[in-house]
């Protein structure tokens, strides 16, 4: 029986204090799941009703979900093993000490301030990210980027020779048969996100502005998604569904396992770390800017995903980040005794 109900009631709480509008969210503990919907779609222009299949932005879930997958895939096949150089894919960046592992575990230390970077074309976008400066962070910190994936992104392009999106969507989401995860979503099964100067309000259409710029050739964000689609895919990295992934069972265990140096933040291929409080086993762990986050514990066939709108109608959310946590540091001590 699946118990996590302080847990659950951090999530609900985000509802009463109005911290968010409405939550998607769902535990996973071996073969059970349960999933629950509460709140609302959206508060502005109009008060309108959420339900459970109702698809979100994921923002940033899409560089694990999508985009790190078809490089598990490649490194699978042995076509690579992300010690190659960036440079080797993309001349135009010129240092040659970033390898696929430095984007992969946002150790890369690249980083630069883009002049006018979200009025800037697609092509003129792509050439300021490709030459931007590798920092003296470069390998001694851990710092989380968009950069890393559309860099990423662009090497996926050169590889298949098409649109990283259509990339994503031929190597990962076809395969899974699942409808409800795409990046051409229908507006009017989405759930509102953010609401924007000119009085806008985004449904359907990608909140992150670079995403927005460079469409297909986004390999940071685009994809959305309804929880039971989520509940679906979190099985294929529990280990309950072999077939959902196209991994093998030792890529996905070697995923939930640190590739960090030692004193640098722990991050695996594309995933974010947690840790069990009591015998340190790793969990994988991600979020998204727009209210999306998802940890998953393969040793003991658990999870949690929580879908929000936390950007409707405002951006200016910082609470929400703080109660993020809590949440999953409560998960962390209730999925202690779930083994």
């Not at 950069?147 to 990283?164: A, C, M, P, R, Y």
């Not at 048969?177 to 099964?189: A, G, V, W």
């Not at 569904?241 to 695996?268: C, M, Q, W, Y």
């Amino acid at each position: 029986m699946i118990e996590y109900f302080k847990t659950q009631h951090l999530i609900e709480e985000m509802i009463s204090d109005r911290i968010v509008p409405g939550i998607n969210y769902a535990f996973i503990k071996n073969e059970q799941v349960f999933s629950s919907t509460v709140g609302f779609a959206s508060l502005l222009p109009d008060l309108t009703q959420l339900n459970p299949f109702a698809l979100y932005d994921l923002a940033s879930l899409t560089k694990v979900l999508g985009t790190t997958n078809v490089f598990l895939k490649l490194k699978q096949k042995g076509q690579l093993n992300f010690s190659e150089p960036l440079s080797e894919f993309l001349p135009e960046f010129k240092d040659d000490r970033i390898r696929l592992f430095h984007l992969l575990t946002h150790t890369s230390g690249i980083r630069g301030w883009i002049e006018n970077r979200d009025q800037l074309p697609a092509k003129e976008l792509l050439l300021a990210i490709q030459h931007l400066p590798v920092t003296d962070e470069f390998e001694t910190k851990m710092r989380y980027a968009d950069t890393n994936f559309i860099l990423l992104g662009l090497v996926l392009e050169k590889l298949f020779n098409q649109s990283v999106q259509d990339v994503i969507i031929d190597q990962v989401l076809k395969p899974t048969h699942l409808n409800e995860i795409t990046f051409s979503p229908d507006p009017d099964k989405c759930v509102p996100t953010a609401l924007m100067p000119d009085g806008q309000v985004l449904q359907g259409v990608v909140h992150d502005p670079k995403a927005r710029i460079l469409g297909k050739d986004c390999g940071s964000a685009g994809m959305f998604a309804s929880l039971p689609a989520l509940i679906e895919m979190a099985k294929g990295y529990l280990g309950l569904n072999s077939n959902i992934l196209g991994l093998n069972e030792e890529t996905i265990a070697d995923l939930f396992d640190v590739k960090t140096p030692k004193n640098v933040h722990p991050r695996s291929w594309g995933w974010d770390l947690r840790f069990d409080p009591v015998d340190r086993h790793p969990l994988i762990y991600h979020t998204g800017f727009t209210g999306t986050f998802m940890i998953l514990d393969r040793l003991n066939q658990s999870g949690l995903i929580v879908l929000t709108n936390r950007i409707h109608p405002s951006g200016h959310n910082h609470i929400f980040l703080a109660m993020r946590e809590h949440i999953i540091n409560t998960f962390l001590q209730e999925n202690v005794y779930k083994s």
